[in-house]
Nanobody
């Protein structure tokens, strides 16, 4: 299984950015796909996830601004980020879990495959 995140960069506050995570070796109908982020000096935190059912879940801090989606034909999961804020600055990681229980979708320990991360920097 491989996950390859891309799309990070330097943007200004209020701008938009779309992250992509190309996967291989996964069956989208059987996995939960998520995005986490880690700011400098902080723990990795949950951002968004999409279940195999298609249901999505978001951290309160990004709800209404970020949208997670997937393209099964391309084996790719996306994170559309709008109205970016300086506090969104972090390394963003995509992750996949084959046995993520519903009550723990925000728990990074539930995800057993991780991409390498892509840096998003939002300037004020």
């Amino acid at each position: 299984v491989q996950l390859q995140a891309s799309g990070g960069g330097l943007v200004q506050a209020g701008d938009s950015l779309r992250l992509s995570c190309a996967t291989s070796g996964l069956t989208f109908s059987h996995v939960t796909l998520g995005w986490f982020r880690q700011a400098s000096g902080k723990e990795r935190e949950f951002v968004a996830t999409i279940r195999y059912s298609g249901h999505t879940y978001y951290a309160d801090s990004v709800k209404g601004r970020f949208t997670i989606s997937r393209d099964k034909a391309k084996n790719t999961v996306y994170l559309q980020m709008n109205s970016l804020k300086p506090e969104d600055t972090a390394v963003y990681y995509c992750a996949a879990g084959t046995g993520v229980i519903l009550s723990s979708v925000r728990n990074r320990d539930q995800y057993n495959y991780w991409g390498q991360g892509t840096l998003v920097t939002v300037s004020s």
